[in-house]
Every structure is written in structure tokens, then in C-alpha cells.
């Protein structure tokens, strides 16, 4: 074993380095390493690199070369010391295994080194993985106060309407719409962010009960159509003519199908179609929600599903909104267990999400 400095020169040496190469010790101390090798080694110049960085190991090979002339194969194992003081600098540990002594020996250094090797790569993976979450944390957050300013500076714009208007009634009542409609949008907002955490945090509650998905979905687009037909969107439905029976919470359910529909409503534009089918295939239902609208990159596809994954180029700072649509239905659709999934052929070309869910008989045979 041999204790280098970043410049090459050997520290410290051990008895049976010492032996291996057929010098004492003390007599190695103050030579440098590449003097003692057959040929430069990229191996060491790796090793002694890693000293102005931070600790890494490196599996290796090298060939010692002898006073006797003897050429020793080895197998080489090194990494960063840390010394006690900050003064001074860091030292490079390096054991050297010959080959030909113990090739069991040397195979099972090898196997520690991998799994070393291992744990360091996927300790760089986590800390990188929490760097970009971090960076999206801070963006979320300046979203979030982006979309909670604007409802408050309009109400703040429509209470300052009402202290001027006297007793005007007409501006009064339009005043007073223009706060009642901010405060649902706050309310939204909120909600969603309330219902994100605790599905995150798995305290989300559910009033199980058994729900009709053909009269739900009827009753949705019912309620619905209007907003579309406002917008200029041709909105159809087809359901089956026997009712679907699920086991769930018939608010949330409601809940996630009228988030999709409202996605597929601001992504498209006048003109544009938006259709929601319900069918009935091995003991499961299938809803689609499918529109003409904007369409979404293959690259983004998974990351919709993501809290913070939404950059502030994407196309919801468009449209308004935090992109907690799609994480909260995936998570209010996992949690009756069924699943969810994204579809789109790219930007222009219209999306499509799949929910399957359990029958109820299906859940009673289980």
C-alpha cells in the first residue's frame, strides 16, 4: 500500500509494498510513483487527479517495474484521502493487488470496487435528482404566486370600482361578478393544491359508494356543454346503454373527469372537437377524453404527470394554470385503482387520456 501526494511522490509505503518490489520502505519514500512503473499509466494520472476533486475510487491496472527488473502486474485500487488539517492538501491511497499472487483476491477487490463504483453513481443520481426538484420547487412556487396575484389584484380593482360607483347598480353588480368569479378561481387553486398534497402524502380520503359512470358521464357533459358551446367547441359523448358500476367516491370521480374535460376545453381552440367515451372491456371501464387542441411533444408526455416538472415555457403558462390537472387525476384514479395514460402525436395534433377502472363485480370477485 502507497501513500501519494498529487505530484506523484510517494508518502508512505508499507512492509509488504516494500517487499513486493524488493526495496525497503524508507527507501521508496520521497520517489515518485511513475518511477516505478513499467510505462506511464493513465490509471494513476486518473488517480492523482481526482485529488483537486472530490473522493471517487477507480478500479485499474498497472505493471510494476522491479530493481530486479521484474515486471509485476497488478491490480489497482485507489482513492482520495482526507487529511486532518485544511492546510494540507489530499492524499491519494493506493493498493496495489498482483495479479498472479491471488487472481481470487484480486477478482473480489474488483467486485467491491464495482459496487463502490455503483453506490457513487447512484448517490451523484440522487443528489442531481434533488437539485432539479429543488429548481422546480422555486418555479412552482413563483407560478403559484403569479396565478394568485392576478385574481387578488382584479378583486382589489373591482372593491376600488365599488368605492367610486356610488350608487350606480349596474357597475355595482358587475363589480361584485367580477369578484365572485376571482374568488372561485382562488378557491380552484387552492383546492387542487390541498387535494396534490394529500394524495401525495396517501391522506386522501374517499366515501366509497356504487357509482354509475354511464349517468355520471351523461351528467357531466350535460352540465358542460355550455362552456364549450361558448367557446365555439363541438363537444360529443357516447356512453353504453347498460349503466358501469364502480366502487368510489363519486365527487372525485366527478372531480377527475371534469378536470380532463376542462384540459381538453382551454387547449383547444374555436372550432375544434372534444369527445369523451365510456366502454366496457374485461371487467373494466375505459374512459377516453380526446381533442383536436394543441397536442403536447412526445418529450413532455410523462412529465405532465409530474407536480413540478411544468417549465415555464410550457404551453399551460399560455393558458393560465399550474399543471396540477394531470396529477391529481392520476392520483385520485391510482387511488381507485385504476390507471391513467397521456397520448399525442405531437404539438398540433390533439391529445388523447385513457382511465381504466375496476367494475364493481370485478371488485367483488376479488
Known amino acids: 500500500m502507497l501513500l501519494v501526494s498529487r505530484s506523484g511522490e510517494i508518502v508512505a509505503c508499507n512492509r509488504k509494498m516494500g517487499k513486493l518490489i524488493g526495496v525497503p520502505p524508507q527507501a521508496l519514500r520521497g520517489r515518485f510513483l511513475f518511477d516505478l512503473l513499467s510505462n506511464p499509466s493513465t490509471v494513476v494520472e486518473e488517480y492523482l487527479s481526482a485529488c483537486s476533486r472530490v473522493r ?10 522491479c530493481p530486479s527488473e521484474e515486471r509485476i502486474p497488478c491490480g489497482a485500487q485507489g482513492y482520495v484521502v482526507e487529511p486532518g488539517g485544511e492546510s494540507r492538501p489530499a492524499l491519494l491511497l493506493l493498493r496495489l493487488i498482483p ?8 477478482a473480489l477487490l474488483n467486485q467491491q470496487v464495482d459496487r463502490l463504483k455503483k453506490e457513487i453513481m447512484l448517490r451523484r443520481q440522487v443528489e442531481e435528482t434533488l437539485r432539479i426538484m429543488d429548481r422546480r420547487k422555486d418555479r412552482f412556487l413563483a407560478m403559484l404566486g403569479h396565478e394568485l396575484r392576478n385574481p387578488l389584484n382584479t378583486i382589489n ?5 365599488l368605492k367610486r360607483t356610488g350608487s350606480d347598480p349596474h357597475l355595482q353588480e358587475r363589480a361584485r361578478a367580477i369578484i365572485e368569479r376571482q374568488v372561485q378561481q382562488m378557491n ?28 355520471l358521464i351523461e351528467q357531466i357533459v350535460e352540465d358542460q356543454r355550455w362552456l364549450f358551446d361558448e367557446a365555439g367547441i363541438t363537444l360529443t359523448h357516447r356512453t353504453p346503454e347498460t349503466p358501469l358500476r364502480v366502487r368510489g367516491d363519486v365527487v372525485r370521480l366527478n372531480q377527475s373527469i371534469c378536470n380532463l ?9 374555436g372550432g375544434g372537437k372534444v369527445s369523451i367515451e365510456l366502454e366496457e372491456w374485461e371487467g373494466r371501464a375505459f374512459i377516453r377524453v380526446v381533442d383536436t387542441g394543441a397536442g403536447i411533444a412526445p418529450d413532455r408526455l410523462s412529465a405532465l404527470f409530474d407536480t413540478f416538472a411544468h417549465e415555464e415555457t410550457h404551453q399551460d403558462r399560455k393558458h393560465g394554470g399550474l399543471g ?9 384514479v391510482e387511488l381507485h385503482g385504476g390507471t391513467m ?13 385513457r382511465i381504466s377502472l375496476p367494475l364493481e363485480r370485478t371488485l367483488e370477485e376479488s
Open 341 to 353: 395514460e397521456l397520448l399525442s402525436e405531437g404539438e398540433g395534433k390533439g391529445t388523447e387520456v
Open 324 to 332: 396540477l390537472g394531470l396529477p391529481l387525476v392520476k392520483g385520485l
Open 261 to 269: 374535460l376542462h384540459n381538453s376545453r382551454k387547449f383547444t381552440s
Open 188 to 215: 380552484r387553486i387552492i383546492c387542487d393544491l390541498l387535494d396534490v398534497s394529500r394524495i401525495t402524502q396517501g391522506r386522501m380520503p374517499l366515501e366509497r359508494e356504487r357509482v354509475d359512470l354511464t349517468q
Open 157 to 161: 380593482n373591482a372593491v376600488f370600482t
Open 99 to 106: 495479479k498472479s499472487e491471488s487472481p481470487s483476491k484480486f
Open 56 to 65: 471517487e475510487i477507480h478500479p485499474g491496472s498497472l505493471t510494476l517495474a
